[in-house]
């Protein structure tokens, strides 16, 4: 069965970067797009971009570049994202997500929080 | 960007009531291709979003088919017909027409 598994929970200082993982199974990883989606504690969804496993072609939202950087590795059909200088505001829960139909599948979610 | 505005923010249904859920969006959702890349999922709580409908319509694997999804243009609705109490959550649009994908802010569901 499709699965996506997230990285553990991370506490991580201001200023600082954080990557963390989402590791695919029981499907062909360079077929999907995963999708990255950030939510604020109590707040709603906000995506963040997208990466193709199989080019390495990427997409994201405007609000995003500079912040976050997508990577995948194929041997071990592992999708990456990378968030960079950061703040309190980005304390959250960051979810991967396959694609097509988009969503269909979710991570169980990596929470990040930012503290000093 | 798209925005998407749900409505009602809030909803409480008993078991068993029909309930339906707006999300309007800013843009036509349609394509040039004649596709519409409009989205539902719920969020129960504690637990990551999970897909409902998937292009206006289509139900999503292993979703009970009391949960339908209609709409066109830039007005669509999710309907769930006859509420479980497992159905309690916040259930989201979402486009993927126009980039940024956008999500409404979302309606939560409570079972009275």
């Known amino acids: 069965q499709v699965q996506l598994q997230q990285s553990g929970a991370e506490l991580v200082k201001p200023g600082s970067s954080v990557k963390m993982s989402c590791k695919a199974s029981?499907?062909?990883?360079?077929?999907?797009?995963i999708y990255w989606i950030k939510q604020r504690p109590g707040q709603g969804l906000e995506w963040i971009g997208r990466?193709?496993?199989?080019?390495?072609?990427?997409n994201y939202n405007e609000k995003f570049k500079g912040k976050a950087t997508f990577t995948v590795d194929k041997s071990s059909s592992t999708a990456y994202m990378q968030l960079s200088s950061l703040t309190p505001e980005d304390t959250a829960v960051y979810y991967c997500?396959?694609?097509?139909?988009?969503?269909?599948?979710w991570g169980q979610g990596v929470m990040v929080t930012v503290s000093s | 960007d798209v925005v998407l505005t749900q409505t009602p923010s809030t909803l409480s249904a008993t078991i068993g009531q029909s309930v339906s859920i707006s999300c309007r969006s800013s843009?036509?959702?349609?394509?040039?291709?004649?596709?519409?890349?409009l989205y539902w999922y719920l969020q129960r709580p504690g637990q990551s979003p999970q897909l409902l409908i998937y292009?206006?319509?289509n139900l999503g694997s292993g979703v009970p088919n009391r949960f339908s999804g209609s709409g066109s243009g830039t007005d669509f609705t999710l309907k769930i017909s006859g509420v479980e109490a497992e159905d309690l959550g916040v259930y989201y649009c979402?486009?993927?027409?126009?980039?940024?994908?956008?999500f409404g802010s979302g309606t939560k569901l409570e079972i009275k």
């Open positions: 292009l206006v319509s």
């Open positions: 843009q036509s959702l349609l394509d040039s291709a004649g596709n519409t890349y």
């Open positions: 029981g499907y062909t990883f360079t077929s999907y797009y």
């Open positions: 979402m486009q993927a027409t126009h980039a940024p994908l956008t």
């Open positions: 997500a396959r694609g097509r139909p988009l969503g269909g599948y």
């Open positions: 990466i193709g496993p199989g080019s390495g072609d990427t």
